[in-house]
């Protein structure tokens, strides 16, 4: 049984920097061979990809969060993080950790396995 355990969430002011960490389990070796991302949802908007991390570490990220968030992952503590820095007001939001058999899984479609989700409130 895969499972997605996100943390690192918390409040900072505009200008201030945050790093979420997914730690990942469920046996075997999958970690390392899955397309991993973050995604985010704010209150009343639809979920949205933010980074996607492949298997190669070929990495792609939205428009919004370019210059400013860098995703990475480390294999062998099947763990994917998420350092977020010159936070904004409008980052706030529930980030989620994901994973799928698919490249380019930055679509909630794709998406296999799915964390609980940690909070992040950026304030001006």
């Known amino acids: 049984q895969v499972q997605l355990v996100e943390s690192g969430g918390g409040s900072v002011q505009s200008g201030g920097s945050l790093r979420l960490s997914c730690a990942a389990s469920?046996?075997?070796?999958?970690?390392?061979?899955?397309?991993m991302a973050w995604f985010r949802q704010a209150p009343g908007k639809e979920r949205e990809g933010v980074a996607l991390i492949e298997s190669d570490r070929f990495s792609v990220y939205a428009d919004s969060v370019k210059g400013r968030f860098t995703i990475s992952r480390d294999n062998a503590r099947n763990t994917l993080y998420l350092q977020m820095n010159s936070l904004a007001p409008e980052d706030t939001a529930m980030y989620y950790c994901?994973?799928?058999?698919?490249?380019?899984?930055?679509?909630?479609?794709?998406?296999?396995?799915w964390g609980q989700g940690t909070q992040v409130t950026v304030s001006s």
């Open positions: 994901a994973a799928s058999y698919y490249h380019g899984c930055l679509r909630s479609a794709s998406i296999n396995y």
């Open positions: 469920g046996g075997g070796y999958w970690f390392s061979r899955y397309c």
